[in-house]
């Protein structure tokens, strides 16, 4: 099992940044791809970015050029940098992580653990 934890999350105003942590326990930690999601309200969960352990990354279109995902073996510990945040990035973020493979996974199901998620409210 690895057990996963957000924090960072909060009530912030359009064009604020924000940065998001996830610290990982009980697994190796470096196996792991390590992506981040959100759940936006009346939505789908969808795809924001994730990272492999030897520091390639991926991105939702979307998501590119405000977002960035950097991760800290040392510490179990992936983070989300949030530039220029928008109404429309309101949602709960969630941190998981799947067992690293070729290319790369957006979906949900293809990742095998979760962190309870972090609300993150960006008001105009």
């Known amino acids: 099992q690895m057990q996963l934890v957000e924090s960072g999350g909060g009530l912030v105003q359009a064009g604020d940044s924000l940065r998001l942590s996830c610290a990982a326990s009980?697994?190796?930690?470096?196996?792991?791809?390590m992506g981040w999601f959100r759940q936006a309200p009346g939505k789908e969960r969808e795809f924001v970015a994730a990272m492999k352990n030897g520091g390639n990354t991926y991105y939702a279109d979307s998501k590119k050029g405000r977002f960035t995902i950097s991760r800290d073996n040392g510490k179990n510990t992936v983070y989300l940098q949030m530039n220029s945040l928008k109404p429309e990035d309101t949602a709960i973020y969630y941190c998981a992580a799947r067992v690293s493979g070729s290319g790369w996974r957006t979906s949900d199901y293809a990742y095998h653990y979760w962190g309870q998620g972090t609300q993150v409210t960006v008001s105009s």
């Open positions: 009980g697994r190796s930690f470096s196996s792991y791809t």
